[in-house]
């Protein structure tokens, strides 16, 4: 895992109408079978949970409540009879930038966020993971309260918000972000980075705030780099 790069294509499978551990194990191991993944080459997930490998799943924001009280790596290990590594979705994307993308070669802290349905974060310091952060869930001052939804960008859509608008409930969050972490880089991720030049440059802090490089195949990558460290 030295590129960062796909190997073949990507292979897309719908995620499951209903999102069961036995529904989504079942895709993941489709996609071995697809790609011939041979026995001796590690394999990662992202999943969207904070992951403590041994441990049931106590929380989850945006997924089938089903999967409360299953140990997730147990969940895959089992589905595809093999060990399996799994990463928080937020944290794979934020190893993918650090080390492969937009904050490649940074030293100090890197906040790498994902702006989507909610907001995913990934703290890495120094290129070592700080796991399982939720601060897409912190609570904004002046009643505007959690995060996510007061800013996600589904909310803007959802609202039909102007960028500029959006901007300034951007600028609260990051904002706050940077009071509590004294971060050396912002690192923006999500489809909406794809036109990052609408609101980006609208964000008004005083840290560095980049798109993302690696876009919707950062979870990939991050996953893959994650798994091949602990191998």
Same mark, same amino acid.
């Given at each position: 895992?030295?590129?960062?790069?796909? !190997?073949?294509?990507?292979?897309?499978?719908?995620? *499951?109408?209903?999102?069961?551990?036995? !529904?989504?194990?079942?895709?993941?191991?489709?996609?071995?079978?697809?790609?011939?993944? *041979?026995?001796?080459?590690?394999? +990662?997930? /992202?999943?969207? $949970?904070?992951?403590? *490998?041994?441990q049931p799943l106590d929380f989850i924001a945006n997924l089938d409540?089903?999967?409360?009280?299953? &140990?997730?790596?147990?969940?895959?290990?089992? $589905?595809? +009879?093999?060990?399996? %590594?799994?990463?928080?979705?937020?944290?794979?994307?934020?190893?993918?930038?650090?080390?492969?993308?937009?904050?490649?070669?940074?030293? @100090?802290?890197?906040?790498?966020?994902?702006?989507?349905?909610?907001?995913?974060? $990934?703290?890495?310091?120094?290129?070592?993971?700080?796991?399982?952060?939720?601060?897409?869930?912190?609570?904004?001052?002046?009643?505007?309260?959690? !995060?996510?939804?007061?800013?996600?960008?589904?909310?803007?859509?959802?609202? &039909?918000?102007?960028?500029?608008?959006? /901007?300034?409930?951007?600028?609260?969050?990051?904002?706050?972000?940077?009071?509590?972490?004294?971060?050396?880089?912002? %690192?923006? +991720?999500?489809? %909406?980075?794809?036109?990052?030049?609408?609101?980006?440059?609208?964000?008004?802090?005083?840290?560095?705030? %980049?798109?993302?490089?690696?876009?919707?195949? $950062?979870?990939?990558? @991050?996953?893959?780099?994650?798994?091949?460290?602990?191998?």
């Amino acid at each position: 895992m030295e590129a960062g790069e796909f !190997a073949e294509p990507r292979f897309k499978i719908l995620t *499951p109408k209903v999102s069961t551990p036995e !529904a989504v194990a079942e895709v993941v191991k489709q996609q071995l079978e697809h790609f011939e993944v *041979p026995e001796s080459a590690p394999v +990662g997930i /992202a999943f969207p $949970a904070p992951i403590k *490998p041994g441990q049931p799943l106590d929380f989850i924001a945006n997924l089938d409540q089903s999967w409360i009280g299953e &140990d997730i790596t147990a969940v895959f290990t089992e $589905a595809c +009879g093999r060990p399996v %590594v799994v990463v928080n979705d937020a944290d794979a994307a934020g190893l993918a930038e650090q080390h492969f993308g937009a904050a490649k070669g940074q030293d @100090g802290l890197v906040i790498a966020t994902t702006l989507g349905t909610g907001i995913g974060t $990934a703290l890495i310091y120094n290129g070592h993971l700080i796991p399982n952060t939720e601060l897409g869930h912190i609570e904004l001052p002046d009643g505007k309260g959690d !995060a996510e939804k007061y800013a996600a960008s589904s909310v803007r859509e959802q609202q &039909d918000m102007s960028y500029k608008k959006w /901007a300034k409930r951007l600028t609260k969050y990051y904002g706050l972000m940077e009071k509590y972490f004294n971060p050396d880089l912002f %690192v923006v +991720g999500g489809g %909406v980075s794809r036109v990052s030049e609408k609101f980006l440059p609208l964000v008004d802090i005083k840290t560095p705030i %980049v798109p993302a490089k690696l876009r919707n195949e $950062a979870g990939i990558i @991050g996953a893959a780099y994650y798994a091949s460290t602990k191998h």
